[in-house]
Structures are given as structure tokens and as C-alpha cells.
């Protein structure tokens, strides 16, 4: 860290960080990704030799989060991890001046943690989960950590990374269809390289979900092809929810657990209603859904 110029300024004691917390052994394990492409091998490419930021966009629930979590423990790389929202501000970027019983101290936002958490493991990776979540101009805040500068400052100091350190920046973003999400400025994503995240395949969604305990042509075949539509109905404009591969695997979870004190159609009926036709809020929705639902499965599914 060096000042940012010579004159002095006056910078308030920073709060310690606890780098225990983004110790690569604390990393949670709650799940491997399985790639249904070359999305995977990008990315690793990406942490091992990359100095670009990385824009991963897909539909909700295909498995970002899942992929950069799973890599850093591959990896045993330290993860900084932030979730973006439209009121996200300078200070959780930058950090804030706060005050106890002993006076003031600063507390670093997660991008100058970010490059402190680096210089003290060699290498970090910074998470920006919702990237576009963000107001067009907190992300200004980001175009100098994206760009060559690789540096930030804050608390009047310049934090940047030691000579041989490395920080590599992933973003997500659902696409800009969804309500409620801004697309990137333009400055931004210029800095940032990336990939797509397309919906998966029925056969796709077939290798990558757990279906133990699920009959093959009752429910499974059905649930792939009903996944389907609601993507082809999204494209459509009908609906504005699609069925991810986290809500299949929400469905066969609790399918097993109904299943082990109810029989099969009541079990089935249950995880359709509370599973799938929750996840829609419009009545219009909820009801074509529905409708499809019963054709597909051949049930009465109210």
C-alpha cells in the first residue's frame, strides 16, 4: 500500500481483517459442479494464468455460484465473495469510516480486502455475484480494479497487488430479460471477458442432476420435458419463470423425502404443486403452468 500523494492525508487506523475467514481450508463444500461444456475448463484457465475479469451470464439456478466455488477448492484459492444489489454503495465497495467506544477506524470494503486477502495468499479470487444488479454508477466504482490499474483506493491509500500476487475478478449476471436487473455500462464490460451459460439440454439436465429414487418415465421424462417448455414459453413471453436445474433438484429432494411416507401419486402431486407451480406468483401464470403440468404428467393437479 503507498499514499496517495505525498501530502500527508490523513488516513483513519483500518479495522484488522480476519483472513482466517477466506482461509482456502474454510471453504464450504456444498456441492460439486458438473460442466455440461467447456464453461468449466475456461474458467480454470482463467484462475490459473488470467488477468482479465470474467463475466459468467446464465439463467438463475444453472449453477454460477456452484462453479466458482467449486473451482477454488480444486484450486485452493481463497474466495472474497460479495452479492450485488441495487443498493450496494460506495462503502461496501471502498469501505466506510466507523466509530466505537476506542474512536474511529475504517472498515475495508470487499475490494481492497480483496487485494490485502491476495498479497497475503499469493492469489485471490473476488466474486461479484449479480454484477448488474448494481446502479450504473457504483459500477464506475469498478472500472479502475477491472482495467490495468488493478489497483483501488481507499481510506486515502492505493491498495494494489505485490509483485508476483494475483486477483482474479469473476462477475455473474442473470440476463438483462429478467425484471429488475440493469444491463452493464458499457466501460465496464469492455473491461470484462466471458461466457454464456445457455440453458441445458434435457440430456444435459440428465447427467447433472441426482435421480435417485425417481421413477424414469412417470416423473422423470415428464420433469425434463416440462422443464423445457417453460423455457420455450419464456422465449415466448408467457411466463417470465423458467424451471432451472436447481429447481429440478429441489423437486427430486423433496420428492424423496414425501415418498418415504406417502404413496407415489400423492408424493408426485405434492412436489409438483410446492415445488414447481409455487415458484409462479402470477395467477395467469401459475394456471398455464398448471395446465401444462397436467397434460404433460397426466394428472389432475389443481
Not at 208 to 229: C, F, H, M, S, Y
Request: charged share 25%; proline share 4%.
Amino acid at each position: 500500500m503507498t499514499d496517495v500523494n505525498k501530502n500527508k492525508k490523513i488516513c483513519v487506523p483500518n479495522a484488522e481483517i480476519d483472513f482466517d475467514q477466506y482461509d482456502p481450508k474454510n471453504l464450504a463444500n456444498w456441492g460439486e459442479y458438473i460442466p455440461v461444456g467447456d464453461e468449466m475448463k475456461l474458467l480454470e484457465l482463467t484462475f490459473k494464468y488470467g488477468t482479465m475479469p470474467y463475466l459468467i451470464e446464465g439463467d438463475k439456478g444453472v449453477g454460477k455460484t456452484l462453479l466458482v466455488y467449486t473451482l477454488c477448492r480444486k484450486l485452493g484459492y481463497p474466495l472474497v465473495e460479495f452479492s450485488c444489489s441495487s443498493n450496494t454503495n460506495k462503502g461496501d465497495l471502498l469501505g466506510r469510516t466507523q466509530i466505537n467506544d476506542d474512536g474511529s477506524f475504517f472498515e475495508l470494503g470487499v475490494l481492497p480486502i480483496s487485494y490485502e486477502v491476495a498479497n497475503k495468499y499469493g492469489v485471490c479470487v473476488l466474486y461479484l455475484d449479480e454484477l448488474n444488479a448494481n446502479q450504473h454508477d457504483i459500477m464506475k466504482l469498478l472500472n479502475r480494479p477491472f482495467d490495468k490499474r488493478r489497483s483501488v483506493v481507499a481510506n486515502n491509500k492505493i491498495y494494489k497487488l505485490n509483485e508476483g500476487c494475483r486477483l482474479v475478478i469473476v462477475g455473474t449476471m442473470n440476463p438483462i430479460t429478467y425484471s429488475g436487473v440493469n444491463s452493464l455500462t458499457e466501460d465496464l464490460r469492455s473491461r470484462m471477458i466471458g461466457d454464456i451459460l445457455t440453458y441445458p439440454t434435457s440430456k444435459q439436465l440428465e447427467n447433472i442432476i441426482d435421480w435417485d429414487g425417481v421413477e424414469e418415465n412417470t416423473i422423470k421424462r415428464p420433469l425434463l420435458t416440462l422443464a423445457q417448455e417453460t423455457h420455450a414459453l419464456r422465449m415466448k413471453g408467457d411466463v417470465e419463470y423458467v424451471l432451472s436445474p436447481r429447481d429440478i433438484d429441489q423437486f427430486c429432494e423433496y420428492y424423496r423425502m414425501l415418498h418415504k411416507e406417502l404413496e407415489p401419486l400423492m408424493a408426485l402431486t405434492y412436489s409438483l404443486k410446492q415445488v414447481i407451480i409455487a415458484k409462479y406468483s402470477e395467477v395467469e401464470e401459475r394456471e398455464l403452468i398448471t395446465a401444462r403440468i397436467n397434460e404433460i404428467f397426466g394428472t389432475n393437479v389443481k
